[in-house]
């Protein structure tokens, strides 16, 4: 069985102007599909391919650079489309709100240190929100498309909020001003998502 890029759940230019529809465009079309692409490749004819995403990267070997790459972004990618919304921004709400206050003491110290993360994660990566085995939220960022699932990643969890601060997530509208985007994502944030995957995974 092989794996299928996922469709976007809106338009390219619904998220605009915190995202513009050019840069959603490539990054789904081109880099998304180029990772289910080489994702499928790395994994044809072996006992990966009939396993779920997670699986796989839950018990990687992180030395199969293919399937650690191009399976990071294939999940990383598909997280990340979900956890944003043109209805987005505001506030959590309910159990993820309160999960939120006792981990950080609140909501904007939570930004923060997420937006932190976002902007001093050196070269590409991403930044994250998980819940890790003990159901407490933790703060972590991972280089190229490395995610807490994977073995050996600070957060030993579940991730239910990423973003992607690779320069292909934003070059086009905001060049090199990564805080600048960083701070436009807060816009679009679906938190009825995150606060779903908070459920699932807590």
């Known amino acids: 069985m092989s794996f299928e890029l996922p469709k976007l ?9 915190n995202i ?4 959603m465009e490539i990054h789904h079309d081109k880099h998304h599909k180029g990772y289910t692409d080489n994702l499928n490749k790395a994994i044809e004819g072996t006992d990966l391919e009939k396993k779920s995403i997670e699986d796989i990267l839950k018990n990687l070997d992180m030395e199969n650079k293919a399937v650690r790459n191009n399976g990071g972004g294939f999940f990383n990618h598909s997280l990340f489309w979900k956890v944003m919304s043109p209805n987005g921004g505001g506030k959590p709400s309910g159990d993820l709100a309160k999960a ?3 981990a950080f003491g609140s909501f904007d110290a939570f930004k923060e240190k997420f937006s932190t993360a976002a902007k001093t994660q050196f070269g590409s990566g991403w930044a994250w929100l998980c819940v890790n085995k003990g159901g407490k939220l933790e703060i972590s960022a991972t280089p190229n498309q490395d995610n807490p699932l994977m073995p050996g990643t600070k957060c030993d969890g579940y991730p239910i909020l990423g973003l992607d601060v690779w320069e292909h997530a934003y070059y086009l509208k905001y060049q090199n001003k990564r805080p600048d985007y960083v701070e436009a994502f807060w816009n679009v944030v679906n938190w009825d998502e995150v606060a779903s995957n908070y459920a699932k995974h807590k």
């Open 20 to 23: 513009d529809a050019k840069t």
């Open 9 to 17: 759940p809106y338009a390219f230019d619904a998220l605009e102007p």
């Open 100 to 102: 939120i206050d006792e």
